[in-house]
């Protein structure tokens, strides 16, 4: 079966997406309708922009999004999912790709997700680390014995684990990791704790959106964070969705499950290799390419 699956925050890069409104009328035709929707030109700074323009979460998320997006739908009838995932906000691409949401539906909602998580890190001094070589067991347990607010937040692959929360306890829970054998337990420049407990006002405010939102039921399943389990119900997928802001990215248990499932040939669509790589380490039996 063949499966696509969609990155999230942190693939972007200056010049993303140019080549394709270059090469397509109706890339051109979208990324208009998006400056449109946006109320202002994010394809000046996609295509133009600085590393530092493109890293504001505002202009982020809906960059690796469109990328996505468009680029899967200049593939006309050779695009033909049979299973769908995303890593976090790769989610809304993948509900694109699965016809659960509109183009114009999704790009709204990536956009409000966007800005409410921004003022939730703006509430509170939070960040990220990256903790490499330990079993999720190991770290999983540090994190519930440190005082503070601290969780595993990206399962990204076996032997990879984000960890995300209050900054003093991030710090202290680094120190321990490293002590009990991380090969490295590494604070990530990112703007805040995403997917933890400190993006609950984020989670309160997308909940409305997504809600006032209409989903249709889906083309094919899509694995979901939260779960990591094929979900084929609308209310299930809004619930899901809503859900994921404050709980764990379960990438490796997603494409270990979609692999159980019949997942054959997956392909990244949209900026950058980030999946692709992480495929290989989650399973080599299985082929991964990309289209970006």
């Not at 440190?146 to 990204?156: K, S």
């Not at 964070?225 to 490796?252: G, H, M, S, Y």
Request: charged residues 20%.
């Amino acid at each position: 079966m063949k499966a696509y699956i969609f990155p999230g925050q942190g693939a972007q890069f200056s010049g993303m997406g140019l080549d394709l409104f270059e090469g397509s009328a109706q890339a051109q035709e979208l990324f208009n309708q998006a400056n449109d929707i946006l109320g202002f030109s994010i394809t000046d700074i996609m295509f133009e922009g600085s590393a530092d323009d493109l890293k504001q979460t505002k202009v982020t998320q809906p960059a690796i999004f469109l990328h996505s997006v468009i680029l899967a739908k200049t593939l006309g009838d050779d695009f033909k999912p049979e299973m769908v995932a995303g890593h976090s906000l790769g989610e809304f691409s993948a509900l694109v790709a699965n016809g659960t949401l509109a183009f114009d539906s999704a790009l709204k909602l990536v956009s409000q997700r966007a800005q409410a998580m921004q003022k939730a890190c703006e509430l509170q001094s939070s960040t990220m680390a990256a903790v490499l070589g330990l079993d999720d067991k190991i770290v999983e347990d540090v994190c519930s014995e440190t005082e503070g607010i601290v969780v595993a937040a990206n399962y990204n692959c076996p032997g990879q684990l984000v960890i995300s929360g209050e900054i003093e306890a991030i710090d202290k829970a680094c120190k321990t990791l490293t002590e009990k054998g991380a090969r490295r337990a590494l604070v990530l420049p990112v703007g805040g704790a995403f997917h933890s407990p400190l993006m609950e006002p984020a989670r309160e405010q997308l909940a409305t959106a997504i809600e006032n939102t209409s989903f249709n039921e889906p083309l094919c399943p899509i694995y979901q964070n939260v779960t990591a389990a094929a979900v084929n119900n609308a209310a299930d997928i809004k619930k899901n969705l809503i859900a994921q802001l404050t709980a764990p990215v379960r990438w490796t248990q997603t494409i270990q499950q979609m692999v159980a499932d019949g997942g054959t040939e997956f392909i990244e669509l949209g900026p950058g290799k980030v999946l692709q790589g992480l495929m290989r380490k989650i399973d080599r039996s299985v082929a991964a390419s990309g289209m970006s």
